[in-house]
């Protein structure tokens, strides 16, 4: 039975999630109060948060940011007020799994509760080379990436329990293309051999991209890719986090080598010669 924490200041929404939550078979704790729902993800093991962007004590932005900063992935869904695209923009950044604004329907939050857990509750095998070997990497060419991102995911938690600073290694599995080296079980990339600071939801960015480097990805092909689901009209998303990669791994973001833009179709990873 998977465990969830709701946490939002409004009684009438935790208690009308919470309900259809333990109606549909999930074991549901409740915090009505940033500070204590930290406390509460400090002190167990949550399976999924549904975590509200404003609330006393500490926010869902603070909360979010120091869940992943601990290096957890465990899935977020972050609740936003109506039209705040910049709470959703941000929360994403962040490290958010996915959104929804108010209101909703309980039956849509556990359409993507459901959702969500199902992509990151597989494990298949990621071909990926380790960093003696010369070629690169080469992954099977198709569209479930959940599929692939679930390993990375399972892959960098083992690492974490072997100690959050767990550095890289010999050993450590790397995808090496042009001046980039991306280690997936530490979701670290490293341009010219030095780390860059990178969000989780960059580095999926990235790793989706790269693996399926010379083909034109539309922007809502990446939206539904990373994030798992259709953000209609929400593109402006892959353009935030897109020029955010940029300014990280391109020598020139203004004439960027590694991410295209192609006008009216999306973006292009493409490796310099």
Request: proline share 4%.
């Amino acid at each position: 039975m998977e465990h969830i924490l709701i946490v939002d200041d409004e009684p009438s929404i935790l208690t009308l999630l919470a309900y259809n939550l333990q109606q549909a078979g999930y074991q549901v704790d409740q915090a009505d109060d940033g500070l204590l729902a930290y406390e509460m993800i400090e002190q167990n093991k949550y399976d999924f948060i549904i975590l509200d962007v404003m609330l006393p004590g500490m926010d869902g932005m603070d909360i979010c940011r120091k869940v992943r900063k601990k290096g957890s992935q465990v899935p977020i869904l972050m609740l936003t007020a109506k039209d705040e695209e910049y709470d959703k923009v941000v929360g994403l950044e962040l490290g958010a799994d996915d959104y929804m604004t108010k209101p909703f329907s309980p039956r849509e939050v556990l359409a993507r509760i459901k959702a969500i857990l199902r992509r990151t509750g597989s494990q298949n095998d990621l071909n990926i080379v380790d960093l003696d070997e010369e070629e690169t990497m080469e992954v099977r060419d198709n569209d479930n990436f959940g599929l692939e991102l679930d390993q990375i995911r399972h892959n960098y938690e083992n690492t974490l329990a072997k100690g959050a600073e767990s550095p890289v290694t010999q050993e450590s599995r790397l995808i090496n293309v042009g001046e980039l080296e991306i280690y997936p079980e530490h979701y670290e990339v490293r341009v010219n051999h030095k780390k860059v600071d990178i969000t989780p939801k960059e580095f999926e960015l990235l790793v989706y991209m790269v693996t399926r480097r010379g083909r034109i990805l539309s922007r809502e092909q990446l939206l539904n890719s990373i994030w798992d689901f259709d953000y209609v009209g929400e593109t402006r998303i892959v353009d935030v986090h897109i020029s955010h990669l940029r300014e990280k791994i391109e020598d020139n973001n203004r004439h960027p080598k590694y991410i295209q833009t192609m006008r009216g179709f999306g973006y292009k990873f493409e490796v310099p010669e």
